[in-house]
């Protein structure tokens, strides 16, 4: 096993050089020979905190301080690290870096996984890290031999001097790096010198993740800890007016039941008899002001609003006098569900809160926040709150909560029992318990001209905002709009001239979160398939149509002409089968892909299989490429054919896999990834697949039927023959 | 008091015999490679081997397994030299890996009754379990490149 948890490992900070003699690297990191402005802040932080360990065994740790949910980063980071290191890579192991100011995001600021930003957001820095070990080792090699560092070569975790043939390991040589000074400069590789930055590596924890070895939140186990289970409000909102614990505490094994935040918590021996105790509680809520929400009120208030003009994401031209003059004209309406994230692993958390300490086990996207909540429910000082971060069982935003629910429950919990605690969500209390994607109201109009080329494209979005009310709002909301209700909207790629994108954000109690891939999730289904209603309405072919008005936007471009290369696109297919296509742009990378579907008599949809092109910039590791174009797909699946969180009397509809459908095997379509080589500017992998796909499959059903569908999920009951 | 045999190993189990096989696993023995992912037999991620067939460990009492042969993860193979996990190291499978114990549980019983599954056979066994990473086709090259595996084993034995 290569990777250790935060159960076992021994603190980072107690094992530095000083201790062990070794290498320790990450802390005043120099400038790069070739980029002089790689100094940022993190490399003034002012601790001597680390990236990379050799020890003298020759095993290389490198500190992750991304977390891993399935994304790859716990190899990817790596990767960089050891290609400028030159070792060897069966040397290399990871640690989960704690949480520290130098393990900060190097873009957002904050210690935090997200935006599809690991890769590219630590490329300079992590590079750096391996450069200046390297060249610590050499330094240390040459003042061994006493002969000019400049004479000296690494490969493999080894420092050669070829004249006299010498040669010592990095593990022979980290004691004697450990004294050398930290160079002002070292000088990057040439990226034709990679040897492993861009292959396809395998994940370093896949041995563990294939044993049932790999410790996740949900798998760690401390001395006398309990297990807590929570009773939330059922209606958004809602909070405890009083409960009666008489039953609950009647079951063998219920050690206390306790009021918090929350809700109420139930604390017994292990998780089933907390959740039998849980089930027990009597408790009368106090429902709140959104008892009555419901799934059809919203739309209908969504559609009224549609009506109004809302704060305007984006304005080229004038929309008006552009519909005016417009040869043909078409409106559609395109509705979208709250989604649950529905991650493996259900939501936990373990808290031990002592007197002279706290430490929190748990699989988290926010770190930093993480941290400061435990500091500010505990009152003790920030030194002495740890978090350690374990695998996550898939998070998809759903682990990147910014009140931090999910930890607040279990330190509250294990400060007042003044116990070690687990709390453990039921799959249930996850369906039912809000942070969705938002349910979303589309409407768009748009306007053609005697050469039927769009002249006019009007979007109105409605639904509520992710960042209105959290620490994210005061950079995310610009002007009443938030980024992440119209990302993918008022960023039209498109060349049409007159355009005019607004949006209305109308408030519920139902919490809200991003969701994989975010504002795409809806906005690429909307105009994806709203751009292919104009293409045949214009009467021209879906493909001929984007690449037009695509002329001047080349990413976006060499990504279509690639998925559509590697399609059958324009050959005749089966009787009842359709082709789609879908391009989109998020997180930097640049993805298109054509789908193509069957329908039967009976309205069930079958994707068989999906070519995606993706321009992701310069890329690391194909085969981690190759597993999130999978992913993602299949994520975006699941929406498009099953998923839907609906309202009744404010509370969730659905509770379990059994009607909050996912994908699942026998439905999952072939995919064919295809990277277009590109030495653009890096761009994300982790989230990018997931917009195109409920788009390309809607198109492709109206190849094959010529039904138009414009509401998710999509129903097999209006595409009956 | 429930006696359990499990990896060829025997506990004792203080708990109420309604609980699920999977929470004795995790809570009572410490045996965390098998997961908890919807606890209503939805998703497979408890999937072990009881007399070895699966069984959704969440949705079955321990009373109905006392005495029965109970396999876990941990005891599918000591070293990772199951043919499955071989396969699934070469195709490299996992993402978030949470649900992997139950989707190889799941394929072991699958590659037991039948060494060559056709890609509908390994629909028919592998769609109870749910992976939310979306690693399917991975699963199936690695369910058919283990069951290639388990043949030449078998030619080789014969
Ligand atoms: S936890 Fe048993 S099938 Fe989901
Ligand atoms: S690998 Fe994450 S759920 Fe399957």
Redesign the interface.
Known sequence: MRIINGMTRRSFLKTSAAVLGGLVIGFQLPSSGRRIEAKSKWASADIANAFLRIDEDGSITIMVNHS?????VYTSLPMIVAEELDCDWNDVRIEPAPVNMVYSHTTFGSQMTGGSSSVWTEWERLRLVGATGKAMLIAAAAKTWEVAAESCRAENSVVYHDASKRQLTYGQLTKQASQMSTPKQVSLKDPKDFKIIGTPV??L????????????G??V?LPGML?AVVRRSPVFGGKVKSFSADKAKAI?GVQSVIQISSGVAVIA????TAKIGAQAVEIVWDEGPDANLSTQQQSEQYAALANTPGAVARKKGNITTAMDVSAKKLEAVYEVPYLAH?????LNCVADVRKDGCDVWTGTQLQTAEHATAKAITGLPAEKVKIHTT??????GRRAVPDCHFVSEAVQISKAIQKPVKV?W??EDDIQGGWYRPRYYHKLSAGINDDKKPIAWKHTIVGQSITAGTPFEAFMVRHGVDVTSVEGAENLPYAIPNVLVDLHSPRHKVPVLWWRAVGGTHNAFAVECFLDEVAHAAGKDPYEFRRELLASEPRHLKALELAISKSNWGKPLPKGHGRGLAVHSCFGSFVAQVAEVSVSKEGKVKVHNVVCAVDCGPIVNP?TID?QI??????GLAAALHGEVTLKNGRAEQS???DYK?????E?P??ETHIVPSTDKMGGIGEVAVPPIAPAVVNAIFDATGKRVRQLPISSEDLRS | MVQLKINQKKYEIEADKSMPLLWALRDKVGLNGTKFGCGVAQCGACTVHVDGEAVRSCVTPISAVEGKEITTIEGLSPDLSHPLQQAWIAEDVPQCGYCQSGQIMSAAVLLKHNDQPTDEDINDVMTGNICRCGTYNRIRRAIHQAAKTVRKQKEDNS
């Open positions: 891993e949910m399935g994304q790859g395998k994940r924890d896949t041995p563990e993740k294939t044993n049932g070895q790999a410790v996740f949900i798998d186990n297990t063998k021996d292990d998780f089933w529905a991650p493996m692993e259900p695998l996550l069982g898939g998070g998809f453990v039921t799959r085969n597993a999978e992913g993602g797909i299949a994520f379990n896999f059994y996912v994908l699942r095997m026998d999952m072939k995919v």
